[in-house]
Nanobody, 122 residues
Framework: QVQLVESGGGLVQAGGSLRLSCAASGSISSINDVAWYRQAPGRQRESVALITKGGTTNYAVAVRGRFTVSRDNAKNTVYLQMDSLKSDDTAVYYC????????????????WGQGTQVTVSS
C-alpha cells in the first residue's frame, strides 16, 4: 500500500512564505510525475504545479514566478515552496503522485494525499 502525506500548511500573512511537503511511503518501486493541486471553498480543484521524475516543472499561470516545485527522489518527497503569498492562494493543497508498486505486475497508479490547509491573511 502507498500513502501520500502532505505537511507544512498553516496561517501566514500576505507576502509571506510557506513550504509544503508531500512524502510518499509504502511499497514503492518508482514515482513518476507528482502534481500539486488546490481547492478553495466553493471552487473546483485546480492544478498548481507539476514535476516529472526527471525534474521538469510546469506551473499554473496564477503561481508562476512565486511557487517552486522540487523533489528529492531519494526521500520520495516533493516540495512546494510558496513565496509572495496572496489571499487568493488560500486553499487546501493536495499532492498527487503516479506510483509504481513493488509487487510483480504492478501498474502505475495515481495516489492522492489528504491535503493541508493554507490560509493567507490580508
Amino acid at each position: 500500500q502507498v500513502q501520500l502525506v502532505e505537511s507544512g500548511g498553516g496561517l501566514v500573512q500576505a507576502g509571506g512564505s510557506l513550504r509544503l511537503s508531500c512524502a510518499a511511503s509504502g511499497s514503492i518501486s518508482s514515482i513518476n510525475d507528482v502534481a500539486w493541486y488546490r481547492q478553495a471553498p466553493g471552487r473546483q480543484r485546480e492544478s498548481v504545479a507539476l514535476i516529472t521524475k526527471g525534474g521538469t516543472t510546469n506551473y499554473a499561470v496564477a503561481v508562476r514566478g512565486r511557487f517552486t516545485v522540487s523533489r528529492d527522489n531519494a526521500k520520495n518527497t516533493v516540495y512546494l515552496q510558496m513565496d509572495s503569498l496572496k489571499s487568493d492562494d488560500t486553499a487546501v493543497y493536495y499532492c498527487k503522485a503516479q506510483v509504481l508498486g513493488t509487487r510483480r505486475n504492478s501498474r502505475w497508479t495515481s495516489y492522492w494525499g489528504q491535503g493541508t490547509q493554507v490560509t493567507v491573511s490580508s
